[in-house]
C-alpha cells in the first residue's frame, strides 16, 4: 500500500509516499524525518510529550495517523521559533521564558510543554483573560506530564510569556 | 552526539538568596541551564533520537502471566508480518558470556535476557521482534500470541511467607536495637501504636529506558540513558565477555532517572543482544506499560510504629517494624527503618525488618529509597504522638531534637533543621494553626488542613575521577564521565570547574555523558554533586597548583619565587597572595613554558575519619496545606513551603527545582501513586499513565522552596550535601497529617483516597 | 496496530458505503488508535470521515435547538459562545474532559462513540465479554475502583467514560444516525445500552451506521441560568470521573419547575435519573429536595465489587450538583471546569474559624 501525504512541516513542503497507513504523525516525525525534538512518552495520548501544532492547534501526534492529515501544517519545537518569523538561533518567547524560569529539568516533556503552550496562548486569542489566570493555566496545561515536577515554573513561564508577547502587541 | 553544549547567558533572579552568592565566584550564582537552549529548542538528543545508517526497531513482546513458564509463540505470524527481520526468543537469542543471574557486582541485579523459557514476574521480556519499521515490529511482537504453562503467583504483602532478609538497602542489618524499647513504652505517658501502608510505585521517568546498539567487530556502540556508566560498561562486558573499554556510550542527557537508569535492564541489554542477532545496529524502546516490571520499582511496605513519650513530649521509645518485598528471585529491600536511626532524640530505638518473595520485577532504588516509605510512616507516627500529647506538632518534634545522630550518637558534621522549622513555620504561617482537627475553612466551606514534616537525607559521598584541563587560549575544560538526569550537571559542575580554575563559567567547557571520559561514578544517593564535584575541584586545584609549579618556577614569571601555596587563581590569572598587583596570565604562563594545555587528574572519595567521627546529614521541614471538599472528599495539596538545609550550594535556581520535583513526588506518594496488581493474575492493571496517576499541573498550585544556609566543613572539599531526595520526605507525612487535620481522619493507607474521606 | 485498509471517505453516502465487516470509521482517533495500539480491536479497514464536508459545523436551529455536527472538535463546541452561554454544563463538562490537545482533536462523534476505561477491557489478556463474547469478566473480582454501580450485568461491569454524554442525556439530545438504509434518529439516553446478556453491544448503532450529529431540542436552552456539571477526580486535572452528574434547573417564582439530572461513571451509558428529577418539581430548592432527590436516583444502585463507597459519594454529589446549579451558572466558565474545587471566590490565603 503506497499512499502519498503531503504535509507542510516547519514551513517546508515534504511529499510523502508512505508505505503503511499505520504510521502515526509522531513516528512520522521521530522515525522517518529526523524530528526527534517532538517526544514519545507513552504513545497513548496520556502524557502530552508528543504535543505539535497541527493547522494551529495543539494536539498529541501519537494519536493522530499521517495520513488522515494530509494537507496539513505542522509545526514542531524545532520550528517554533522561524514559523513565527524569527530568525535561526532566536527563540520564540516561551522558549526563552521556560529558560529563565527554569521550567524544566530533564527537558525530556519540555518541547511537548512548549507546544502545547504556544497552542494555549494562540486558544487564548479568543478568551482575553485566559492567560493571566494562573489557576486557567495550570489547567489547560494539564495534558503535560512532567515527572521531573517543573510545574511552578512552566506556570510561570507562560504567564511571564505571554505578558512579553503582550507588552510586544505579538501573538504567539 | 555533542560532548559540550553552547553557554546560556546567565539571567539575574533577584527573588533567590543573594547570600549563596560569593564574590568573583561561579558557585552560588543562579545561573540558568547551559543545556537549556538544547533542550527548549528540540535539539538535545536523547538516546532514542539516534538512528545510526541502517538501523532497525525492536520491540519486545512481555510476560502477561506473573509465574510460570511460555509454552509457545507464534513465531510464524511474526516472522510473516512484512518489514520484520528477526525474532528473537530463548532458542536464537545469543549466548551470553555470563549467565544473567550471575552478579556478585555491586548494583548489580539478575536480569531476563531470554536464556529460558520461564516467567518470573508480569511484563518480563519474553522475545524481541526486530524489523524494518517500528510499525512492523510492534504489530510483530503483538502476533506472537503467546501461551503459557501459569503457575500461582503473589503479589501482595498478604500472598506470601515472611522472612528476615540478611541485609536491608545497601549492606544495612534489618534489626538494630539501642536501650530497651518495651520499658521505654512501658514508662511513657503517651504512647500509640499504628500501622502505615504504602503502595507498589514504578519511577516512570517520562523517558523509557531505550537503546540505540550498534556493533563493530567485539566493539559496542550504544545511546542509551545512563546513571552509572562505568558501572553499565562493566555489567554488559560481563555479560557480552567483551572488554568494558570496548564499550562507548553516549549518555549526554537523561530523560529523568530517579534511580531507575542507576542498573542496566534487561530492555537495554535485549536491544544490544538483538543488534548482534541481526548484525545491523537496533533501536529498542520500552514502551510506557512495559516500564512496569522490568525497570526496577518501589516496593510496597507496611509499617508499624509503636511510639512512647513522657508527660512533657519526650520521647521514650522508637519501635519501627516494616514489611517489605523483593522478588522471588532476587534480593533488593527497602530500608525504610533507617530514617528512625537520624531524625528524633530517644533513648529507647528498635527498627526491624521482615520481607516477603512476590512474583514481580526485582525492586531497586527508587528517589529515597527507604527514606521516603520510612518518612511517611514515622512523621505521620510523630504526628498522632503529637496529638496524643496535645502539643503543637512542631514544639513535638523541637522538643525531640536530635543534637546527635540518635542510632550513633555521633555529632552531625552540620545540621540547620532548627532553622529550617523556623523559617518553614514562619512562612506558611504555622502559628496560627489551631491544635483542633477540622476547625479551619476556607471562603467557599472547603476543608483546610494544615500539616508538617520533618525532611531528612543522608550526605553521601562515592567515588568519583575528573580531568582539568586549561588551554594557551584562556580557556578551561572538564572532562568527567558524569550524568545529567535533569539536576543540571551540565551548569552545576562547569560553575565547580569554573571556580576550581579560577575562570568565568562561561570560558570553561565541560564534558560529560561519555563512559570514554574519567569515571565519574553513579548519580545516585543524591551524591554526585558532591562526589562528582569533588573530583572535579580536585583536578581543577591539581591544573592550578601545576600551572603555579611552571610559573614560580620561571625568573621571567611576575609570580617567580611565589611558591605554590603563594599564588591565588582568579579571571584566568595567576595572583600572588602576598602582592595580588603581581600577577599573570594563564595564557602568558602556558605559551611561555611552550604549552598548548595542561592537564591534571583530579578524584573523589569518602573521608573514612570524618565518617567515623560524624553523622552526615541534610535537612529540612516541610509545611504541607490541603484543601478538602467536605462532602466529596476530593483533596488538593493547595500549599507547601519546604525549607532545607543541605550545605552548600552550588546553583540555587536548580536547588530549588530540585527540591520542587522532591516535593512534588511528596504529593505523588502521597496521594497518586499506587501500582494496582491484580491479585489473581499478579498483572499491574494500571500500567499507563491515565490510571497510574502522577500529578499534574493543577495539581501544584502553590510551593515555595527555601534555602537555609548551612557551612559544612566535614562532608566534602566544597560543603555540598545532596538536594535530589530530600523534598519527598517530610513531604509524604505533611500532607497525611494535614489530611487529619482537616478532616479529623487518620488514613493510614497511602495513598489517601478520597473514600476514606466520606 | 494490526495492518488495515485506509479509505478516505468525500461524502456520507461514500463513507457508508465503504463500510465492510470489521471496519470502522475514524474522527479524530484518539480513543480508536488508543484502542488499536493497545491490541483491543483490529479493525480490517478504516474510513477517514474527517474529510466529509459539513459534518463539523454547529448550527442553531430555527425551532431554538442547535445541531451540533459529528466532527465538530470539543474544544470547539466548549469555546462556542452560544454553546457556552446556553448550555454551560455541557461546556463545563467537555472541558472537564481529558486535555486540552485530546479536546482539540476529539470529535463529537467519537465522545458519543468512545469505548470503557475498564482496566480489563484494556487488558487483552484479561477475560471480557465486550472484547470476546462468552469469555467472562475478570473485572468481576479485580480493581472495580472506576465500574458500575447502576444497570450492570453479571456479565460486564464496566461504565461509559464520556463527560460530554452526561448533559446530553440530561438535555434530551437526539443523535442523528446515517447508514445506507437512510438517516434515522434516536434519543441519546436511547443511544448507548446496558450489558444485559450483551456486553458487546454498546449502542444502538447498526452495523456500517455512523453518527451525523447531536442535536438538542429547543427546551434544553431552558436550563441555562441554573446548569452544572460536577465530577469527582483522583486527581485536580486529566482524569477519568469516579463519578459525575450534570444538574439542571428551571426555576419559577422560587420553586423548581423542571429538573434534569444524568450521572457518569456509575453505568455503561450516561444515567439519567427521570424519577429523581420529578420529585424535584414544584418543591423548594434546599437542601432537603436535593437529599430526597439523591437518594431517589441511586435508588436502585448496588455495587459492582468493592465499589459502594460510589454510590454514597453519588447521592453527595448530585445534591452537591444541585445546589451548585441553583446557586447560579457562573458568568464565566470556572477555572477549573466541573471541579469540586472550581469555586467561585479567589483564595485570599485567609482562613475563617469554623
Not at chain 1, 90 to 95: D, N, T
Not at chain 2, 336 to 360: C, I, K, M, Q
Not at chain 3, 72 to 82: G, K, P, Q
Amino acid at each position: 500500500m503506497s499512499i502519498p501525504v503531503a504535509l507542510t512541516i516547519n514551513g517546508r513542503r515534504h511529499a510523502l509516499v508512505l508505505d503503511d497507513p499505520r504510521v502515526t504523525l509522531l513516528d512520522l516525525l521521530r522515525e522517518r524525518l529526523d524530528l526527534t525534538g517532538t517526544k514519545k512518552g507513552c504513545d497513548r495520548g496520556q502524557c502530552g510529550a508528543c504535543t505539535v501544532l497541527l493547522d494551529g492547534r495543539r494536539v498529541n501526534a501519537c494519536l493522530a495517523l499521517a495520513v488522515s492529515h494530509d494537507g496539513a501544517d505542522i509545526v514542531t519545537i524545532e520550528g517554533l521559533a522561524e514559523s513565527c518569523g524569527l530568525e535561526p538561533g532566536q527563540l520564540h518567547p516561551v522558549q526563552s521564558a521556560f529558560i529563565d524560569h527554569d521550567a524544566f529539568q530533564c527537558g525530556f516533556c519540555t518541547p511537548g510543554q512548549i507546544m502545547s503552550a504556544v497552542g494555549l496562548l494562540r486558544e487564548a486569542r479568543s478568551d482575553p483573560n485566559l492567560d493571566d489566570d494562573p489557576e486557567r493555566v495550570r489547567e489547560l496545561m494539564s495534558g503535560n506530564l512532567c515527572r521531573c515536577g517543573a510545574y511552578l515554573g512552566i506556570t510561570e513561564a507562560i504567564l511571564d510569556a505571554s505578558a512579553r508577547l503582550r507588552d510586544a502587541g505579538a501573538e504567539a | 552526539m555533542p560532548d559540550t553544549i553552547p553557554t546560556a547567558l546567565p539571567a539575574a533572579l533577584p527573588a533567590l538568596a543573594p547570600g549563596h552568592v560569593r564574590h568573583g565566584s561561579s558557585i552560588g550564582q543562579p545561573l540558568t541551564r547551559r543545556d537549556g537552549a538544547l533542550k527548549v529548542t528540540g535539539a538535545a538528543r536523547f538516546a532514542a533520537d539516534n538512528h545510526p545508517p541502517g538501523m532497525l526497531h525492536a520491540v519486545m513482546a512481555v510476560a502477561s502471566i506473573a509465574h510460570g513458564r511460555v509454552q509457545s509463540l507464534d513465531i510464524a505470524a511474526a516472522r510473516a508480518h512484512p518489514g520484520v527481520v528477526e525474532v528473537m526468543t530463548s532458542s536464537n537469542a545469543p549466548k551470553l558470556a555470563r549467565h544473567p543471574d550471575q552478579t556478585g557486582q555491586p548494583f548489580t541485579y539478575k536480569l531476563d535476557l531470554l536464556q529460558d523459557d520461564r516467567v518470573r514476574y508480569a511484563n518480563q521480556p519474553i522475545a524481541v521482534v526486530i524489523a524494518e519499521t517500528l510499525e512492523a515490529a510492534t504489530e510483530g511482537a503483538l502476533l506472537l500470541r503467546p501461551t503459557y504453562a501459569a503457575e500461582p503467583s503473589s503479589t501482595s504483602l498478604d500472598q506470601a511467607e515472611r522472612f528476615v532478609p540478611d541485609t536491608v538497602g545497601v549492606g544495612s542489618p534489618p534489626n538494630e536495637t539501642s536501650g530497651d524499647v518495651a520499658a521505654g513504652l512501658a514508662d511513657a505517658d503517651s504512647r500509640i501504636e499504628a500501622t502505615y501502608d504504602t503502595a507498589p510505585q514504578y519511577h516512570n521517568a517520562m523517558e523509557p529506558h531505550a537503546v540505540v546498539a550498534r556493533w563493530d567487530g567485539d566493539r559496542l556502540f550504544l545511546d542509551t540513558p545512563s546513571q552509572g556508566l562505568s558501572m553499565a560498561q562493566a555489567r554488559i562486558a560481563g555479560l557480552f565477555g567483551i572488554d568494558a573499554a570496548d564499550i562507548h556510550i553516549e549518555s549526554p542527557f537523561l530523560g529523568g532517572g530517579f534511580g531507575s537508569k542507576g542498573a542496566v535492564w534487561a530492555p537495554q541489554v535485549l536491544g544490544i543482544m538483538a543488534a548482534r542477532l541481526v548484525g545491523r545496529p537496533v533501536k529498542l524502546v520500552t514502551r510506557r506499560e512495559q516500564m512496569f516490571g522490568p525497570v526496577g520499582h518501589r516496593a510496597p511496605t507496611r509499617q508499624t510504629l509503636r511510639l512512647g513519650a513522657d508527660r512533657d513530649g519526650h520521647l521514650t521509645a522508637v519501635d519501627h517494624h516494616t514489611l517489605t518485598a523483593s522478588s522471588t528471585f532476587d534480593d533488593f529491600f527497602e530500608p525504610s527503618g533507617r530514617v528512625s536511626h537520624t531524625l528524633y532524640e530517644t533513648p529507647n530505638l528498635r527498627t526491624t525488618h521482615e520481607a516477603v518473595r512476590l512474583d514481580t520485577g526485582t525492586p531497586f532504588f527508587m528517589r529515597a529509597p527507604g527514606e521516603a516509605s520510612g518518612s511517611a510512616a514515622l512523621e505521620s507516627a510523630v504526628d498522632e504522638l503529637a496529638e496524643a500529647c496535645g502539643m503543637d506538632p512542631l514544639a513535638f518534634r523541637i522538643a525531640n531534637y536530635a543534637e546527635q545522630e540518635p542510632k550513633s550518637g555521633k555529632p552531625f558534621t552540620s545540621k540547620k533543621l532548627r532553622d529550617c522549622y523556623a523559617r518553614g513555620a514562619e512562612r506558611f504561617g504555622w502559628a496560627s494553626r489551631p491544635l483542633q482537627p477540622r476547625t479551619l475553612r476556607d471562603e467557599a466551606g472547603l476543608l483546610v488542613g494544615w500539616g508538617m514534616g520533618t525532611a531528612s537525607f543522608p550526605a553521601l559521598m562515592m567515588q568519583a575521577t575528573a580531568r582539568a584541563t586549561l588551554h594557551a587560549d584562556g580557556t578551561g575544560l572538564i572532562e568527567l564521565g558524569a550524568h545529567d538526569m535533569g539536576q543540571g550537571a551540565w551548569t552545576a559542575f562547569a560553575q565547580i570547574g569554573a571556580d576550581g580554575l579560577g575562570l568565568d563559567a562561561a570560558a570553561v567547557e565541560l564534558r560529560i555523558g561519555n563512559s570514554a571520559l574519567p569515571n565519574a561514578g553513579m548519580a545516585g544517593g543524591s551524591a554526585h554533586t558532591a562526589t562528582a564535584g569533588s573530583a572535579i575541584h580536585d583536578a581543577a586545584t591539581a591544573a592550578i597548583r601545576a600551572l603555579a609549579d611552571l610559573a614560580t618556577g620561571d625568573e621571567r614569571s611576575a609570580l617567580f619565587g611565589a611558591g605554590n601555596q603563594g599564588v591565588v587563581a582568579r579571571d584566568g590569572r595567576l595572583h600572588r597572595k602576598d602582592d595580588e598587583q603581581r600577577s599573570e596570565r594563564y595564557a602568558d604562563i602556558l605559551a611561555r613554558a611552550g604549552r598548548a594545555s595542561l592537564s591534571a587528574d583530579g578524584k573523589a572519595a569518602p573521608n573514612a575519619a570524618n565518617q567515623a567521627q560524624y553523622a552526615a546529614h541534610a535537612h529540612g521541614a516541610v509545611f504541607a496545606e490541603v484543601k478538602i471538599h467536605p462532602t466529596l472528599g476530593q483533596i488538593r495539596v493547595t500549599r507547601l513551603v519546604g525549607a532545607f538545609a543541605a550545605g552548600a550550594i552550588i546553583n540555587p535556581r536548580l536547588v530549588t527545582s530540585q527540591y520542587y520535583g522532591g516535593m512534588i513526588w511528596g504529593v505523588s506518594f502521597a496521594l497518586h501513586e499506587h501500582a494496582l496488581h491484580d491479585p489473581r493474575t499478579g498483572r499491574v492493571m494500571n500500567a499507563n499513565f491515565a490510571e497510574y496517576r502522577v500529578p499534574v499541573n493543577a495539581d501544584i498550585p502553590d510551593m515555595e522552596a527555601i534555602l537555609v544556609e548551612e557551612d559544612d566543613p566535614y562532608v566534602n572539599a566544597l560543603g555540598v550535601k545532596g538536594v535530589g531526595e530530600i523534598g519527598i520526605t517530610g513531604t509524604v507525612g505533611a500532607i497525611a497529617n494535614a489530611v487529619w487535620h482537616a478532616t479529623g481522619i487518620r488514613v493510614r493507607r497511602l495513598p489517601i483516597t478520597l473514600e476514606r474521606l466520606l | 496496530m494490526n495492518r488495515f485498509d485506509y479509505v478516505r471517505a468525500a461524502s456520507v453516502a461514500e463513507a457508508v458505503a465503504a463500510w465492510v465487516p470489521g471496519a470502522s470509521f475514524l474522527a479524530g482517533g484518539t480513543n480508536l488508535l488508543d484502542l488499536m495500539k493497545g491490541d483491543i480491536v483490529r479493525p480490517s479497514r478504516l474510513i477517514d470521515i474527517t474529510r466529509i464536508p459539513g459534518l463539523d459545523s454547529i448550527e442553531p436551529l430555527a425551532d431554538g435547538g442547535l445541531r451540533i455536527g459529528a466532527l465538530v472538535r470539543n474544544s470547539d463546541l466548549a469555546r462556542d459562545r452560544h454553546v457556552s452561554g446556553t448550555y454551560p454544563a455541557l461546556a463545563e463538562a467537555l472541558l472537564s474532559g481529558a486535555s486540552g490537545q485530546l479536546r482539540n482533536a476529539a470529535t463529537t462523534a467519537g465522545n458519543a462513540m468512545q469505548r470503557t476505561r475498564c482496566a480489563y477491557f484494556y487488558d487483552p489478556a484479561s477475560a471480557c465479554n465486550k472484547r470476546d463474547p462468552g469469555a467472562g469478566c475478570d473485572a468481576r473480582g479485580g480493581d472495580t475502583r472506576l465500574h458500575a454501580v447502576l444497570g450492570w450485568s453479571a456479565h460486564c461491569i464496566a461504565t461509559n467514560p464520556s463527560d460530554f454524554c452526561v448533559p446530553l442525556a440530561a438535555l434530551d439530545a437526539v443523535v442523528e444516525i446515517a447508514g445506507r438504509s437512510g438517516t434515522r434518529e434516536v434519543a441519546l439516553e436511547a443511544f448507548h445500552t446496558l450489558p444485559g446478556d450483551h456486553p458487546e453491544t454498546e449502542t444502538v448503532l447498526e452495523e456500517g451506521e455512523m453518527i451525523l450529529a447531536v442535536r438538542l431540542p429547543p427546551e434544553a436552552a431552558g436550563f441555562a441560568a441554573h446548569s452544572r456539571y460536577l465530577k469527582v477526580r483522583e486527581r485536580t486535572s486529566y482524569a477519568f470521573a469516579v463519578v459525575s452528574a450534570a444538574a439542571s434547573l428551571r426555576l419559577a417564582q422560587g420553586r423548581i419547575a423542571e429538573a434534569r439530572l444524568a450521572l457518569g461513571g456509575v453505568a455503561a451509558k450516561p444515567w439519567r435519573a427521570r424519577e429523581a428529577e420529578r420529585l424535584l418539581i414544584g418543591r423548594l430548592p434546599d437542601a432537603a429536595a436535593w437529599t430526597e432527590c439523591a437518594a431517589a436516583a441511586l435508588s436502585g444502585a448496588h455495587p459492582s465489587g468493592d465499589n459502594d463507597f460510589k454510590i454514597d459519594l453519588a447521592r453527595r454529589l448530585v445534591a452537591t450538583a444541585f445546589a451548585r446549579a441553583a446557586a447560579g451558572t457562573p458568568d464565566r466558565l470556572p477555572a477549573l471546569p466541573a471541579s469540586p474545587f472550581a469555586v467561585p471566590v479567589v483564595s485570599s490565603g485567609v482562613h475563617a474559624f469554623a
